[in-house]
């Protein structure tokens, strides 16, 4: 069974950058789909980001243009850069693999949900 393990939120000013890691146990990082989701309070889990096994991306319409996904497959880690950060991306940030559906641009999260790094963005 795969395990993920998300590091690298904190608490940072607007317009401030930060970059999350989901590091990865096992062998099957590399055929994955992997994601990022968040979840703010009260709010339900949204996909953030998806990259499939062979580098393609999504983003949701919230953080186009200003994060960006990717992947480390040697190291099995997967990485969030977040710029331009809005008060309204404070959340929890959650990573997992799965499949990703280009055709609706859809994430199935097939994973165990981990503990999540937690994202504030306050001045």
């Known amino acids: 069974q795969v395990q993920l393990v998300e590091s690298g939120g904190g608490l940072v000013q607007p317009g401030g950058s930060l970059r999350l890691s989901c590091a990865a146990s096992?062998?099957?990082?590399?055929?994955?789909?992997m994601a990022w989701y968040r979840q703010a309070p009260g709010k339900q889990r949204e996909l953030v980001a998806a990259i499939t096994s062979g580098g393609g991306t999504n983003y949701a319409d919230s953080v186009k243009g200003r994060f960006t996904i990717s992947r480390d497959n040697a190291k099995n880690t997967l990485y969030l850069q977040m710029d331009g950060l809005k008060p309204e991306d404070t959340a929890v940030y959650y990573c997992n693999r799965g499949i990703y559906y280009g055709f609706s641009r859809t994430f199935s999260a097939l994973g165990a949900w981990g503990q999540g790094t937690q994202v504030t963005v306050s001045s």
């Open positions: 096992g062998s099957i990082f590399s055929i994955n789909a």
